[in-house]
């Protein structure tokens, strides 16, 4: 039986089996008893907290709904449900777990010959090599499909890398980065197995962001920097083999947004219940109790809608559209929630130790992450109205 929680209005959580709940409840134990007590300290210092790694490897995780190479072969709602239960506690290690298990796991998973899957796979689902993943550049963001500037080129048996990429999460320690590159011939993007002690490659840290403090973004500069074929994703043949890694990843996206809105309602509504102003508790007041349940309303909505979403990603039957209103939908609503959460929290809620700040700061990277508001937008604009508002 999971603890009574606050946060699941609707009882979304009885629809998964008893054998789901217990890994739901596993993470939840992880995340409450060994992460909680770590955050605030660690986000304010910009410091990954390396030490939870050899537990959190223990739940068994990573690539969970994969076939094969040592991944549990589960279904998608359960690893929503997951990126739902990591970030109800943090976003940053959410975020960490999910380029690492997501964008980076997920492109070998969908990109990768069969050797280059038994290479890293079983090892990354054990959290013993850890992944990242470089598509978006300085110059280019949203715009990269088309104006990717890093280049590869094939010489002899080896792809020369030169660029650089922004933003990449744990891009600072992990062992194995996917660079996505244009072929300077076919003009085509590429992705590429690069190994962190590749002599080219140089990742430096981001600092001072004022969101998801905890992960270490880093800029990254390709100098030459010298790939093997055999390095080279061997079925990544142009951006549409990056976009279907981009469609799983911005489903995990959008449950992600659902745990930050969840973490920070259950932290508001526990605060209120407690705080006493005028003599009551505020939580009796009518105004707060309107902020608590347009909280609660959002939070439903959010749930409901990414539970339909992935039992389409089960169904074999998601599209990018489907993925992308997701995330819009998700990420403007958590932003709603997180603000509310802060307001009625007074000047606690602009305070660390109370957890909502850092919901509401973490909210706006997952609003601008995995595509934008406007651009998931205008992927399902496209969609509905067959006109593409994209200019190349
Ligand atoms: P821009 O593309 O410069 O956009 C600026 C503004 O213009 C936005 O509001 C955008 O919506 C708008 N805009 C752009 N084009 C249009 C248009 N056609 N119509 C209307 N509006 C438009 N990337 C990785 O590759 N790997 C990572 O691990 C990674 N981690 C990240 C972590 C964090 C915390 C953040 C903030 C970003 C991360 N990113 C990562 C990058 C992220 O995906 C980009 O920030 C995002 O795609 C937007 O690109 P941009 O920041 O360059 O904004």
Same mark, same amino acid.
């Given at each position: 039986?999971?603890?009574?929680?606050?946060?699941?209005?609707?009882?979304?959580?009885?629809? !998964?089996?008893?054998?789901?709940?217990?890994?739901?409840?596993?993470?939840?134990?992880?995340?409450?008893?060994?992460?909680?007590?770590?955050?605030?300290?660690?986000?304010?210092?910009?410091?990954?907290?390396? &030490?939870?790694?050899?537990?959190?490897?223990?739940?068994?995780?990573?690539?969970?709904?994969?076939?094969?190479?040592?991944? @549990? =072969?589960?279904?998608?709602?359960?690893?929503?449900?997951?990126?739902?239960?990591?970030?109800?506690?943090?976003?940053?290690?959410?975020?960490?777990?999910?380029?690492?298990?997501?964008?980076?796991?997920?492109?070998?998973?969908?990109?990768?010959?069969?050797?280059?899957?038994?290479?890293?796979?079983?090892?990354?689902?054990?959290?013993?090599?850890?992944?990242?993943?470089?598509?978006?550049?300085? =110059?280019?963001?949203?715009?990269?499909?088309?104006?990717?500037?890093?280049?590869?080129?094939?010489?002899?048996? =080896?792809?020369?890398?030169?660029?650089?990429?922004?933003?990449?999460?744990?891009?600072?320690? @992990?062992?194995?980065?996917?660079?996505?590159?244009?072929?300077?011939?076919?003009?085509?993007?590429?992705?590429?197995?690069?190994?962190?002690?590749?002599?080219?490659?140089? @990742?430096?840290?981001?600092?001072?962001?004022? /969101?998801?403090?905890?992960?270490?973004?880093?800029?990254?500069?390709?100098?030459?920097?010298?790939?093997?074929?055999?390095?080279?994703? &061997?079925?990544?043949?142009?951006?549409?083999?990056?976009?279907?890694?981009? &469609?799983?990843?911005?489903?995990?996206? /959008?449950?992600?947004?659902?745990?930050? @809105?969840?973490?920070?309602?259950?932290?508001?509504?526990?605060?209120?219940?407690?705080?006493?102003?005028?003599?009551?508790?505020?939580?009796?007041?009518?105004?707060?109790?309107?902020?608590?349940?347009?909280?609660?309303?959002?939070?439903?909505?959010?749930?409901?809608?990414?539970?339909?979403?992935?039992?389409?990603?089960?169904?074999?039957?998601?599209?990018?559209?489907?993925?992308? !209103?997701?995330?819009?939908?998700?990420?403007?609503?958590?932003?709603?929630?997180?603000?509310?959460?802060?307001?009625?929290?007074?000047? +606690?809620?602009?305070?660390?130790?109370?957890?909502?700040?850092?919901?509401?700061?973490?909210?706006?990277?997952?609003?601008?992450?995995?595509?934008?508001?406007?651009?998931?937008?205008?992927?399902?604009?496209?969609?509905?109205?067959?006109?593409?508002?994209?200019? +190349?």
């Amino acid at each position: 039986q999971l603890p009574p929680i606050d946060g699941d209005f609707y009882n979304l959580d009885l629809k !998964l089996s008893k054998e789901d709940r217990d890994i739901q409840l596993q993470v939840r134990n992880f995340m409450e008893d060994e992460v909680k007590p770590l955050v605030n300290d660690h986000w304010n210092r910009a410091k990954f907290p390396f &030490q939870i790694i050899e537990k959190f490897a223990k739940l068994n995780i990573a690539g969970i709904a994969y076939e094969g190479y040592g991944c @549990a =072969n589960k279904s998608f709602l359960l690893e929503g449900i997951i990126a739902q239960e990591l970030a109800r506690v943090d976003v940053s290690i959410s975020t960490f777990f999910g380029v690492h298990s997501g964008l980076a796991m997920g492109s070998i998973y969908l990109c990768g010959s069969e050797e280059q899957k038994q290479e890293w796979l079983p090892a990354m689902q054990r959290l013993e090599k850890i992944g990242a993943f470089g598509l978006t550049e300085p =110059n280019v963001g949203s715009a990269v499909a088309g104006g990717m500037e890093t280049t590869c080129k094939r010489i002899d048996g =080896n792809w020369i890398l030169n660029g650089q990429k922004k933003w990449i999460g744990n891009a600072t320690f @992990a062992d194995v980065i996917i660079i996505w590159a244009r072929d300077e011939d076919s003009n085509q993007v590429k992705g590429f197995l690069v190994r962190k002690e590749n002599p080219g490659f140089k @990742a430096e840290k981001m600092e001072d962001k004022m /969101a998801l403090r905890i992960v270490q973004n880093a800029i990254i500069t390709l100098t030459n920097c010298s790939v093997p074929e055999s390095d080279r994703l &061997q079925n990544a043949n142009s951006f549409k083999d990056t976009a279907k890694v981009l &469609q799983m990843t911005r489903a995990g996206v /959008a449950w992600q947004a659902v745990g930050c @809105a969840r973490g920070a309602y259950e932290a508001a509504l526990k605060y209120t219940k407690k705080r006493e102003q005028f003599g009551r508790p505020i939580a009796s007041f009518q105004l707060i109790q309107n902020h608590l349940v347009e909280m609660v309303s959002n939070l439903t909505a959010m749930q409901t809608l990414c539970f339909r979403l992935s039992e389409l990603q089960d169904q074999k039957l998601l599209t990018d559209e489907h993925a992308s !209103l997701a995330k819009v939908f998700c990420s403007m609503r958590t932003r709603d929630v997180v603000g509310r959460a802060r307001e009625v929290m007074g000047g +606690n809620g602009i305070l660390l130790e109370y957890d909502v700040a850092r919901f509401v700061a973490d909210a706006e990277a997952i609003y601008s992450y995995e595509g934008t508001k406007e651009i998931n937008s205008l992927i399902v604009g496209r969609a509905i109205t067959g006109y593409s508002a994209f200019v +190349n």
